[in-house]
Nanobody
């Protein structure tokens, strides 16, 4: 069983930077595909960043590409989301999720509890 615990949410100013972290237990990152999802009042939950634990390859949604960076720390079994140049539309609940590499790309088996990020001036 994989457990995910997010941290780092809070209120941040428009244009600032902020980092979210996801502590992973139960399986090493090498065997997982990790992702950050975001749910906002205007949109359904959407996957915004993905990282493959075995290769480090990343995928980003257009709305965050160039501003957000997903990374992983194998020693700590942790996945981070560095968010730069934050905008009001980045406000939402951010979820860390994981799946096995063999699982279909849209089928994440494990989820964190979510952490709220509010961006305003």
């Amino acid at each position: 069983q994989v457990q995910l615990v997010e941290s780092g949410g809070g209120w941040v100013q428009t244009g600032s930077s902020h980092r979210l972290s996801c502590e992973v237990s139960g399986r090493t990152l090498n065997n997982l595909v990790m992702a950050w999802f975001r749910q906002t009042p205007q949109r359904e939950r959407e996957r915004i960043a993905t990282i493959y634990g075995s290769s480090g390859a990343t995928i980003y949604k257009d709305s965050v590409r160039g501003r957000f960076t997903i990374s992983m720390d194998h020693a700590s079994n942790r996945v981070d989301l560095q968010m730069n140049n934050l905008k009001a539309e980045d406000t939402g609940v951010y979820y860390c999720a994981a799946r096995r590499l063999s699982t279909p790309a849209d089928s994440y088996s494990w989820w964190g509890q979510g952490t709220q990020v509010t961006v305003s001036s």
